[in-house]
Every structure is written in structure tokens, then in C-alpha cells.
């Protein structure tokens, strides 16, 4: 029984200390993000513009984008993303097509490249955060 608690004190103790991954880090790559542009292009300008700012109606996908969805993982966004767009054919996109639109909404939220594809199990491990402040 002791040796449980202490294997479980210690993976507890682990848990804390592991360097939780951002949107900062590069959560996507650069040819991910062209990708997205095309497939942004034909299933999503109609709605939210060529330069995603939306319009009175549909909301934009630049600047507020980020704080809005602050504090939870870019598996929120994706899923919402996945189920509820595009307007009239919701859920009719892959889910390779729509982690590129989101590659695409990142980059042009000046969210950095990385070197690893965004996928939805590597969603889950990312943290939506306000862009880090220079030091």
C-alpha cells in the first residue's frame, strides 16, 4: 500500500511540473497552413471574408479569436470547427481538411509554424494562450 501511494504521490507530483505546450510553441506547419488556405477558401470565405474579418453577422476570425477561446486547447476550436462549419454542410470536412483550416487561422493570427502537423490528438495537448509579452 505504501508503495502505491508513493508511485502515486510521485506521477501527481510529475503532473505539475511537465511544461504544458502552447500555440506559441508551433502548433502547425507552414505547408499545413497553405493547405488551409485553399480549403479556407472554398468552404469558408463566403461567410467569414477572404480576410477572415467576418461581417455584422459572422464573427471574425482574427485578433478576438484568441482570447475568446484563452485557457482551453485548440481541441475546443477544432471541435467546434469540425461539428459546426461549414454554414449549411456542418460536419461534411474531414478532419485532415479541417485541422488545415485551422493551421490557416492560426497562421494568420501571426500564431508561429512549428515543425509537427496539427491533428486533433495533437489538439488536445495545446494550449490557447494570449501571445506572450517581450521581455
Known amino acids: 500500500m505504501r508503495k502505491l501511494m508513493a508511485a502515486a504521490f510521485m506521477l501527481l507530483a510529475g503532473a505539475g511540473t511537465a511544461q504544458t505546450r502552447t500555440i506559441w510553441d508551433g502548433a502547425y506547419t507552414d505547408a499545413q497552413a497553405e493547405r ?7 468552404n469558408c470565405s463566403r461567410c467569414h471574408g477572404e480576410s477572415l474579418m467576418g461581417t455584422f453577422e459572422v464573427p471574425p476570425l482574427v485578433g478576438r479569436i484568441i482570447p ?8 475546443v476550436f477544432l471541435d467546434y470547427i469540425s461539428t459546426a462549419m461549414p ?23 501571426e500564431v508561429p509554424s512549428g515543425s509537427k502537423e496539427l491533428t486533433a490528438d495533437t489538439a488536445r495537448a495545446i494550449q490557447f494562450t494570449p501571445k506572450p509579452r517581450k521581455k
Do not use: C, E, V, W
Not at 488551409?36 to 472554398?42: E, F, I
Not at 460536419?91 to 493570427?109: E, Q, R, V
Open 87 to 109: 454554414l449549411g454542410r456542418p460536419g461534411s470536412l474531414s478532419p485532415a481538411t479541417n485541422a488545415d483550416i485551422m493551421a490557416y487561422i492560426l497562421k494568420f493570427n
Open 36 to 42: 488551409g488556405h485553399t480549403a479556407y477558401m472554398q
Open 68 to 75: 475568446y477561446y484563452s485557457g482551453s486547447s485548440l481541441a
